[in-house]
């Protein structure tokens, strides 16, 4: 069992549910809030320095989004939380990083979980959950650290690009969505490029001792890939059939728009899960085929110096009645013998098109 599984199991075992416990690994991050509070006339931007400034925007007209970065703080998102009214078991999944995209609905709210994927600068993988409450007119998002895709969102909210200043919080939280399964395409690019990369290293027999490891790391980001697209097309396809109030019939269309970029995307990481396997046969078989050669090259040379290793072997032994040990040019004959056959050999393995 990982280092990571066996801290979560000893954080989770005997809990009572409802228990507020970060089981990250970030317990030293910064508590970071960010506010925007709009309408179609104006917007308010502020960082905000603790979760109580924000409860004066709670009851406004306008559309609010809160969005804290930190979950190591337990404590401010359990004050937050009670004063919107979340259920427990929300604050809990909130704050275990280990949950599925999934939605779950409450009478006046939704909790949202998705999968934020992006590549660091050393072009590993990452993968941040992202916890959204839906709720009348306010969208609040938790994430584990600093960094998201949200830029082009805070953008059209600034200088009132796009629809989002004149729709609601449940078109807000669908931007927000859209740009996480966006940015899906730019991690399944890279992951498409690095595939080929190393399908053409391959092909042209350039192996190295990391390739196999290089193929296994592939098979793993494709698997963190599908387990964070597959069950989030399962909630979109929750809210392109919800009733809820707090999702508005005309918003519907965009969350299908959604539905629709994760099908492609899915599309992708299957096939690019069959160019992986393919990787590996073709891996095993250049393995094979140069172990051929390898073999082949050895047992044609075994096979020439049999007769000859013969020929020494028999003038090797000490009997005293040998006729040809005595004979003048013995020694050269031997030799010529032994030339002719080494020759030969060439000759046959050559035309038989096995040298």
């Known amino acids: 069992m990982s280092k990571k599984r066996t801290q979560f199991s000893k954080k989770k075992l005997g809990q009572i549910p409802g228990s507020i416990i970060y089981t990250g690994e970030k317990a030293k991050q910064k508590l970071s809030i960010e506010l925007f509070d709009f309408n179609k006339e104006q917007y308010v931007e502020k960082e905000l320095q603790n979760v109580e400034e924000s409860f004066s925007f709670k009851l406004s007209d306008s559309t609010t989004w809160i969005n804290l970065n930190g979950l190591n703080h337990v404590n401010d998102i359990e004050t937050l939380g009670t004063h919107y009214n979340l259920h427990p078991l929300v604050l809990e999944d909130i704050v275990n990083i280990s949950h599925r995209p999934k939605i779950d609905e409450y009478d006046d709210y939704l909790f949202v979980i998705v999968k934020m994927l992006h590549y660091d600068a050393n072009e590993s993988m990452v993968s941040e959950q992202v916890s959204f409450v839906l709720g009348k007119n306010y969208v609040l998002s938790f994430q584990e650290a600093e960094g998201d895709v949200f830029d082009n969102v805070r953008d059209r909210i600034r200088f009132a690009k796009g ?28 992951l498409g490029d690095k595939i080929e990369d190393l399908e053409s290293d391959i092909f042209s027999g350039n192996i190295t001792d990391h390739t196999t490891k290089n193929i296994q790391n592939l098979k793993r980001e494709i698997l963190r890939v599908r387990r964070s697209i597959f069950p989030l097309r399962e909630v979109i396809n929750r809210f392109e059939k919800n009733d809820n109030s707090l999702i508005h019939k005309k918003t519907i269309s965009y969350y299908k728009d959604i539905y629709d970029h994760l099908t492609q995307v899915s599309e992708n990481i299957d096939i690019y899960r069959e160019m992986i396997w393919s990787l590996m046969d073709m891996y095993m078989t250049t393995i094979s085929n140069k172990m051929n050669e390898v073999m082949k090259v050895l047992t044609i040379m075994a096979s020439i110096f049999i007769p000859l290793t013969f020929i020494a072997g028999i003038y090797g032994m000490n009997f005293n009645y040998m006729p040809e040990l005595h004979y003048k040019y013995g020694y050269f004959v031997v030799w010529g013998v032994m030339i002719v056959l080494f020759l030969g050999m060439l000759y046959f393995f050559k035309r038989k098109k096995w040298l």
């Open 163 to 190: 629809r989002v200043r004149h729709m609601q919080a449940d078109y807000l939280l669908y931007i927000l969505i859209d740009a996480i399964v966006d940015h899906y395409f730019s991690v399944t690019e890279l």
